[in-house]
């Protein structure tokens, strides 16, 4: 689902919300960044290879063209999937990918829309690509279509107010510190963000609506670091959230004697 310039995602319980859809201006600056580092790396795959120039000029040739494609194609791949969703130009324009379902992008997307760059790419300078974006109501090229995904905008935000969110309470998540690093490895930080945003109004949600939406974080938090049944029983969806919140935005507290 969509409206003007948001990718506005439903949940099955009825939550709704939304993100900015990265503008196409955004895209093509993140690109040219993307471009740039792209270019580097293979002057520095070039050079290396111009070694085997001095055996055969065809083969090197060859093998530069081949690392060229190589490295436009593994790059996007290899840092979309490390960074979630980010390239060194989409983290400098504040643009992450992400499912346009709302769920953590999986490889097999990340792979798909990389690997059908050359067609967006065609027949120059992203002419069927931006085509594409233009008509698409999720600012989509072509290889986001066949993927499924979406580029959304996350500005920065102010520095957030984590005793506002989160209390001082005591954080049963931590009693397990290796769940509790391994959902801060895992976690989207697309999820992470709204999580918090949620904490930070929740005051002002409709109360059928705040405890569908925190049950729906709640849920979708613990499939990054499912914690054990006898520390989560008890627990509603807010106060899930909360802990996970306090994990996730809260660096580690030094544990005591230690």
Request: charged share 20%; hydrophobic share 50%.
């Amino acid at each position: 689902m969509s409206r003007a310039g948001a990718l506005t995602v439903r949940t099955p319980e009825g939550v709704t919300f939304s993100l900015p859809l990265a503008s196409p201006a955004a895209r093509c600056l993140a690109w040219a960044v993307d471009f740039g580092c792209i270019s580097v790396a293979s002057g520095a795959v070039g050079a290396a290879l111009a070694l085997l120039g001095l055996a055969s000029p065809d083969l090197a040739g060859a093998a530069a063209i081949l690392a060229y494609f190589a490295l436009s194609l593994g790059y996007g791949m290899a840092l979309e999937w490390t960074w979630r969703g980010q390239t060194v130009g989409k983290r400098l324009f504040h643009l992450r990918v992400v499912d346009q379902e709302g769920l953590r992008v999986r490889f097999s997307q990340i792979a798909a829309r990389n690997l059908l760059r050359p067609l967006d790419m065609f027949p120059a300078y992203y002419l069927l690509g931006g085509a594409a974006c233009l008509l698409s109501r999720r600012a989509q090229r072509l290889g986001d279509l066949a993927a499924g995904t979406a580029v959304v905008r996350q500005p920065p935000v102010a520095e957030p107010d984590l005793d506002q969110a989160v209390g001082q309470r005591y954080n049963s998540f931590r009693d397990h510190p290796h769940l509790a690093a391994r959902l801060r490895q895992n976690a989207d930080p697309a999820l992470a963000a709204l999580a918090l945003r949620a904490l930070l109004r929740r005051d002002g949600l409709e109360p059928s609506v705040r405890v569908a939406l925190f049950a729906e974080l709640a849920e979708r938090l613990g499939e990054a670091a499912p914690f054990p049944p006898e520390t989560v029983r008890g627990l509603t969806g807010e106060q899930y959230v909360r802990n996970a919140v306090d994990i996730l935005f809260r660096p580690a507290l030094p544990r005591p004697g230690g």
